[in-house]
């Protein structure tokens, strides 16, 4: 890895009118992070010392995903879209005040990996002043090609619409990623011209400028999925596909068995701890945590953030969930608990040993270590207005199809008898009964019948 000093200009002024979309296309998401948020992780993880975003007009939500990903990062506005040039230029305070590398990425490229950036710098440490990230297309219509001399010294960039018959045979093709080491950056590209079919400032023009200064330049190769550009509603579609793969792979390479991985959907952020077993059609939203020897069954929903929470959901050692679980943002699942069929869990810390083994919601509380919750148990969190606590000790048995209404708390030890819709609390070691009273009417179901059936023949 480089000792330089690193600065990374992301290119995020595009709208993305293919997207059909009122969202900007760099905040659409794969993995459950905005494609932005992919490339400005990348850039940290980088180590850069800086990182300045470059966006169009009217885009403040994409500079507000910036600062909940970045919040050190430049944001600079390209007024006109005057091409990738022109909107590495608008960066051009914070280029001048900086001393180091520079690296061009892509706001709508989430899947380039780290190694290949830091082969790019390695290519800089052995003098190259600039430095392209290429691969070779399965089908090069459309891109930029890479032209190179004999011993692979990159000679230039020529865009598709300006390139000649034997230029478009050339399968070596530009990703747009560009490094450079360059004493005058920004007056390098404000070199560039716009005489090409578009009209517009190409940066890659950059390479040819470079080499009549006398600076080497050279390309890395990667492979095509790491610079898939998402232009359209098929190709994030796509990005996803290629990431949840990767994902998937090396969650299993770490210890984590997937009976049918195709059908598990990871997060950006899922942790897995070893020895843990995914049934099929599991689906982990971010903010998810998952701890050694855990057994998800089959068809659960996972998440720990969500549009209103970002509390995160952990699951301890040991522990059992599913099938057909779904648990939610704050919500803590203690070593070997059980939480099973249809069960959902909210906001909730469930203590070590306790189990919710059926058809049963646990909202906005916590539920001591060995409790047991009876099937068809409802946590009554909401009265309209503020979700409050329930509050359940070691060690309690409550009964199927009870209610706890909260605020309410159940001592140590207590049982709730099935049925019972618990408004008080309820004292340690003791028998709470909230029902009303049987009755029964003896021979009434005979007679009703006789009744209705000489009803039914008149």
């Known amino acids: ?17 293919r997207m059909k979309s009122a969202q900007p296309k760099v905040l659409h998401a794969v993995a459950g992070r905005s494609m932005l948020g992919h490339v400005l992780a990348l850039s940290a993880d980088l180590g850069a010392e800086g990182i300045a975003v470059v966006v169009g007009p009217d885009m403040e939500d994409v500079g507000a995903e910036v600062r909940a990903w970045a919040p050190d990062a430049k944001i600079c506005e390209q007024r006109q879209q005057r091409g990738t040039a022109d909107a590495v230029l608008a960066a051009r305070e914070t280029i001048a005040a900086h001393s180091g590398d520079v690296l061009v990425l892509y706001a709508d490229t989430p899947l380039t990996r780290r190694a290949s950036l830091e082969a790019m710098r390695r290519q800089l440490d052995k003098g190259a002043g600039v430095c392209v990230l290429g691969f070779v297309a399965a089908d090069p219509t459309g891109y930029g090609r890479l032209l190179t001399d004999s011993d692979g010294a990159l000679l230039a960039i020529r865009e598709h619409k300006d390139a000649s018959q034997e230029e478009l045979g050339v399968r070596l093709c530009n990703s ?7 004493g005058d950056l920004a007056g390098l590209l404000e070199r560039i011209g716009n005489e090409n079919a578009k009209g517009e400032f190409y940066l890659t023009d950059a390479v040819e400028i470079a080499r009549g200064d006398g600076l080497s330049t050279s390309v890395v190769t990667c492979e095509e999925d790491e610079v898939l550009g998402v232009n359209s509603r098929d190709q994030l579609a796509a990005a996803e596909a290629i990431w949840q793969q990767r994902a998937r792979a090396e969650a299993m390479a770490e210890g984590v068995t997937m009976v049918a991985p195709e059908t598990v959907w ?19 939203g971010p903010g998810v945590t998952i701890e050694d020897d855990v057994h998800i069954r089959a068809n659960c929903y996972l998440e720990g953030i969500d549009g209103k929470s970002r509390a995160g959901l952990r699951i301890a050692a040991g522990a059992k969930v599913g099938p057909f679980a ?5 919500t803590a699942i203690g070593r070997d608990v059980h939480i099973g069929n249809f069960v959902e869990v909210k906001n909730a810390t469930m203590e070590d040993g306790s189990k919710a083994n059926h058809l049963s919601y646990v909202g906005d509380a916590r539920v001591g270590a060995g409790a047991n919750i009876g099937a068809g148990t409802i946590f009554c969190n909401y009265d309209g207005f503020n979700k409050n606590l329930c509050d359940v000790g070691a060690g309690v048995f409550i009964g199927s199809n009870s209610a706890l209404v909260a605020p309410v708390k159940i001592g140590e030890g207590a049982y709730v008898a099935a049925g019972s819709t618990i408004t008080r609390d309820v004292a340690p070691d ?3 009964i909230a029902r009303a009273a049987q009755t ?19």
């Open 1 to 17: 890895m480089s000792d330089r000093p690193l600065l990374i200009v992301i290119l995020a002024a595009g709208k993305g009118t």
């Open 176 to 182: 747009g990623v560009i490094g450079f080491r360059v």
């Open 266 to 284: 990871l997060a950006y952020d899922t942790a897995f701890g070893r020895d843990v077993v995914v049934e099929p059609n599991v689906f982990f």
């Open 326 to 330: 779904r648990l939610r943002p704050g």
């Open 430 to 432: 003791s028998l709470a």
């Open 440 to 458: 029964e009417k003896p021979q009434w179901a005979a007679h009703y019948r006789i009744k209705m059936a000489a009803q039914k023949k008149r």
